[in-house]
């Protein structure tokens, strides 16, 4: 068996992972990332592409956010539609902050091809990862390539490996406690190379269900309906989506929508998941491998970029000045900003939703609170705040 040994041994290749392999390298901490799929799969991912300040100030701190710069589309405002009205969010007027639309792919590449110049080791398609006495001081996860075992030995772990991961799996079922509300349906996206209906993201509340309209450039459009969870993508032909959306999102969005073929298209489950502690000896987990947050509040890679930042500030002040205080605050401090980054995505999912037990008074309750946000302006801030992000 081949042995490596290193300082951080990071589990996954997403943006978590690689957005925390840069920043310790970037202080001359080893660190050696395992991934069991290609870079390629990696990179064949379509996920979401909000980004908060907290994750766009990542990659201008790692020099990275040139692509970024260039080809990102900074938002000021979003809009919540409900029948033929269209609620804005102004969140520029009312934080001073924007987010930011960039697709997660693009993210991922980026730090991808940058590794690298900054020597970050990844290894891709390391099956069979396992990690071994992460409550002591030589933790170590063992892994197949090629054929062969690998062995590597560190002083720390991050499980930055998704729901399904090892990492999560390693921490015993009496020392750690998962919370879940799994929702009753998910969403069915497409995306398509045609230009957006709306120059902002538009989230629909419609009798027949939720809606959105977003966008990955000015030339390819992301859009998703709600969909019962036994629906088939087969069910779906493009014209059929394509009319939905035009009837979901209302009048106005519809005379903008632009069709074509899709170049892509899935039905996503919607759950609020969140595990604690985040931590368990030398293992600390971060982004999907400990939350999952429906998308309706754009929070996943957010989220998964604060962990990062709280992790990355905590094991450089442990190998530059021997201060453990950032390693044993890690999991309080991070899952006090997730649980609020869960409340307003579980918000807006409920809100947006109809749900099968959606009644006349339930009803009556969506309509009274998108009354609320239309005419209040502390309301519409407290939105604003949320959806921009909180502070770290």
């Known amino acids: 068996?081949?042995?490596?040994?290193?300082?951080?041994?990071?589990?996954?290749?997403?943006?978590?992972?690689?957005?925390?392999?840069?920043?310790?390298?970037t202080e001359g901490i080893e660190v050696v990332v395992v991934e069991r799929r290609s870079a390629d799969y990696v990179l064949s991912r379509i996920r979401a592409g909000v980004l908060e300040t907290i994750t766009t100030d990542l990659m201008e701190r790692l020099g990275l956010a040139s692509r970024l710069k260039a080809e990102g589309l900074p938002h000021d405002g979003f809009n919540l539609a409900d029948g033929e009205r269209l609620i804005r969010i102004d969140m520029a007027e009312l934080t001073g902050k924007r987010v930011t639309?960039?697709?997660?792919?693009?993210?991922?590449?980026?730090?991808?091809?940058?590794?690298?110049?900054?020597?970050?080791?990844?290894?891709?398609?390391?099956?069979?990862?396992?990690?071994?006495?992460?409550?002591?001081d030589t933790p170590s996860l063992t892994y197949r390539k090629d054929g062969a075992e690998h062995r590597i030995e560190a002083e720390f772990i991050a499980g930055c490996d998704g729901s399904h991961g090892p990492s999560r799996q390693a921490i015993p079922s009496g020392i750690g406690r998962g919370f879940e509300r799994v929702y009753p349906f998910g969403w069915l996206g497409i995306l398509a190379e045609v230009p957006p209906c709306s120059e902002e993201l538009i989230y629909a509340n419609h009798e027949?269900?939720?809606?959105?309209?977003?966008?990955?450039?000015?030339?390819?459009?992301?859009y998703y309906i709600q969909v019962p969870l036994d629906e088939r993508l087969e069910d779906w032909p493009d014209d059929r989506l394509w009319d939905e959306l035009a009837i979901r999102l209302g009048p106005e969005a519809a005379a903008s929508l632009v069709r074509g073929p899709s170049i892509e298209k899935s039905i996503a489950p919607l759950r609020s998941f969140v595990f604690e502690p985040m931590r368990h000896g030398r293992l600390f987990l971060a982004g999907d491998a400990a939350h999952i947050v429906p998308p309706t509040?754009?929070?996943?890679?957010?989220?998964?970029?604060?962990?990062?930042?709280?992790?990355?500030?905590?094991?450089?002040?442990?190998?530059?000045?021997?201060?453990?205080?950032?390693?044993?605050?890690?999991?309080a401090k991070a899952l006090a900003r997730v649980w609020k980054a869960e409340r307003f995505s579980w918000y807006l999912t409920n809100l947006m939703h109809r749900f099968p037990?959606?009644?006349a008074f339930a009803r009556r309750m969506q309509v009274a609170e998108l009354d609320y946000i239309a005419g209040s302006t502390a309301m519409k801030t407290a939105i604003a705040e949320n959806y921009v992000g909180l502070s770290l």
């Not at 730090?111 to 398609?125: F, G, K, N, S, T």
């Not at 890679?301 to 530059?320: C, E, G, M, R, T």
């Open 1 to 25: 068996m081949a042995i490596q040994r290193t300082q951080v041994a990071i589990v996954g290749a997403g943006p978590a992972g690689l957005l925390l392999g840069h920043l310790l390298r």
């Open 101 to 136: 639309v960039y697709g997660q792919t693009e993210l991922t590449r980026d730090l991808m091809d940058a590794a690298p110049e900054r020597d970050l080791e990844i290894v891709h398609e390391a099956i069979d990862v396992t990690l071994h006495d992460v409550n002591a």
């Open 208 to 222: 027949r269900g939720f809606a959105l309209a977003s966008m990955r450039s000015p030339t390819r459009s992301r």
């Open 297 to 331: 509040g754009a929070k996943g890679l957010n989220l998964a970029a604060s962990d990062v930042a709280y992790l990355s500030d905590a094991l450089i002040a442990w190998f530059k000045r021997a201060d453990g205080a950032g390693l044993e605050a890690y999991s």
């Open 357 to 359: 037990d959606t009644d």
